[in-house]
């Protein structure tokens, strides 16, 4: 499900042919992931070239979007004044539940500073900040038989 956010104009990315897919898949409402072809590793932040393996023979695939909270901050000065109003708010580096030490760094939603901790489980929801961004924040995630914020 992706959110509406309104007026104020967040500051836009750039993409390129490395990281178009990305943007492509938020869009659509779904988490891509380069992974190199060679030895199936992901690969995040998108680059040319496997760190791995050095192949060059990568494509993206979509991830679960499932991940756990690996260290967190309280942001309390905005970056930019689109963020003023939402302060304050955390920023988030997750560890997706693809691979051991695919790190993304994110804001996290729906929980209070008390309630953060290392591994809490969480998962991705999209927000839709402009008509055409669309950006990936992680929340706690459901428990089987509960409904998530």
Do not use: N
């Not at 901050?73 to 689109?82: D, E, G, K, L, R």
């Amino acid at each position: 499900m992706i959110t509406e956010t309104p007026a104020q104009s967040p500051p836009m990315p750039q993409p390129d042919e490395a990281t178009q897919f990305f943007w492509d898949g938020l869009a659509e409402g779904e988490l891509r992931i380069q992974r190199c072809r060679s030895c199936r590793k992901f690969i995040h932040y998108p680059k040319p070239i496997c760190r791995f393996c050095q192949s060059r023979d990568l494509a993206d695939e979509a991830v679960s979007g499932r991940a756990t909270l690996y260290s967190w901050t309280i942001a309390v000065q905005a970056f930019h004044p689109f963020w003023v109003d939402r302060l304050p708010y955390t920023i988030g580096t997750v560890e997706l539940v693809e691979q051991p030490g695919l790190m993304f760094a994110s804001q996290i939603v729906g929980c209070a500073e008390e309630d953060l901790c290392a591994g809490l489980p969480l998962e991705v929801v999209f927000e839709r900040l402009t008509s055409e961004l669309v950006v990936p924040f992680f929340r706690p995630a459901a428990t089987e038989g509960e409904v998530a914020p």
